[in-house]
């Protein structure tokens, strides 16, 4: 597999840190059922050798032997009592010095070994007997002060065997618990640890996404201070970036202001006297400036809303029907040129906010409605207040309106619906802009005769703009 198709994975700390102790921890746990297993053993051979011996011994108290040879006195009461267990087969024997059979079971001769006087006494060693694992215990008694004799006692490991895995069983289970636990401990502790980036990571995911300032790492842990650094140096560059592609066209703007207006009068004068052709061309032209001039000042306009410019402006208190009617002759007028009649319904509508942003925000309002409704159109502006304090402007037309689907795509940049339009597609972004610094909220709606489109733009009430 490609490398590149590996690392592009995403996974988890949290994922990784449990794996990394668990691995360990469960090589750990099979060392453990091993060791447990074998002390298990231990033990219960210890345990149970200790019944061997007694049987050993209880064997050798009956032995009597003589010059005659050997007499066992063992009734066969007894010696079924000797051979009961539950678990395993109990097998004995005794043999003479030459290891010849006394009593007992002659299959045990096979597990006679060489006398030596240094081994234990009894000896206890695990052997195998009709294919079947025993314990046996060799015991060598001298009775009467005779030549000695050798008692051999065995029995199956069945029941060790299960007393051993009981108890590796029994620490298996709490050695399970103690991983569990730990895991658990492990997990509650790092989710515990993970909330300072989960905090840090929803204030980053409710910032707007202009909104550029430097990440507080004070609350940060210091593991990740050096991403953070590094994070608020990225936004640094980024806002300097912004100021500066603002500053130019800011600055472009406004250079070209001048020498559109004087290139418009040299053709307006121009145009005397023309006729034909020329006359045609002329306009044209003409109407290229008036474009051109329009696209200027609203990329100026657009530089001045967009909000690292707008970020330090200090909203004021004002009447938005007063700076309505103080502009309503401009308005009118360029009403009366295109042929829509324009009305205004205008209620007091108190806000806080910039006189030339709101108004260059109007301008654009109407603009669009008189530019799309057309000769013959109508065009309302309102405003008022809501019950709720919020003040609200709208300026409604009976132009062919903007599909639902299409509304949230006409408010982005340099975005025109209409191929065959004269405009810019700024008209509206920049209606955006202006209300995003004043925290006001645009909606485009149906008109309220069902044809044409309502912008409606809803501010927040003057009390709430103080505190944001």
Known sequence: MPQSAVSS???????????????????????????????????????????????????????????????????????AVLRVDMADQV????????????????????????????????????????????RVATYRHSPNAQAPVVIVVAETTRKREAAASR???????????????????????????????????HEIKAREPDDLSPIDESAAPLEIHALIRAINRLMSNLREASIAQQNFISSAAHQLRSPLAALQAQVDVATEGQQGEALRRLRDMQTSIIRLS?????????????????????????????LIENAASEFVDQAVLA??????????????????????????????????????????????TEESGSAWLEVEDNGPGIPEALRAKALVRFVRLDDMADGSGLGLAIVREVAQSHHARVDLLSATEGRGLRARITFPPSGVVSSL
């Open 339 to 384: 042929g829509v009649d324009l009305g205004f319904e205008l209620a007091p509508a108190p806000v806080q906010g910039v006189a030339w942003s709101l108004r260059e925000m109007l301008a654009n309002l109407i603009d669009n409605a008189v530019r799309y409704c057309g000769s013959g159109g109508v065009v309302t502006v309102r405003c008022g």
């Open 167 to 201: 108890i590796m069983i029994v620490t298996l289970f709490s050695d399970l618990l103690f991983i569990f636990t730990s895991l658990l401990v492990a997990f509650i502790g790092m989710r515990y640890a993970h909330q300072p980036l989960v905090r840090i990571s």
């Open 9 to 79: 994975r995403p996974y988890s700390l949290r994922a990784r840190l449990l794996v990394f102790l668990l691995v360990p921890l469960l090589a750990l746990l099979g060392v453990s059922i091993v060791t447990d297993y074998r002390e298990g053993l231990h033990i219960t051979n210890e345990a149970y050798d200790q019944a061997l011996h007694s049987t050993a011994l209880a064997l050798s108290a009956i032995v009597d032997r003589d010059t005659a040879g050997t007499d066992l006195d063992l009734p066969t009461q007894a010696e």
């Open 91 to 134: 097998y004995y024997a005794i043999f003479d010095e030459n290891g010849a059979l006394q009593a007992g079971d002659a299959q045990l001769s096979s597990l006679i070994e060489e006398f030596d006087p240094d081994e234990d006494n009894p000896d206890f060693r695990f052997d195998v007997l009709n294919k079947q694992a025993v």
């Open 294 to 322: 329009r696209l200027t000042r609203q990329m100026l306009a657009l530089a001045r809303a967009a909000p690292d410019a707008s970020r330090n402006i200090v909203l004021s208190n004002m009447a938005l029907e007063e």
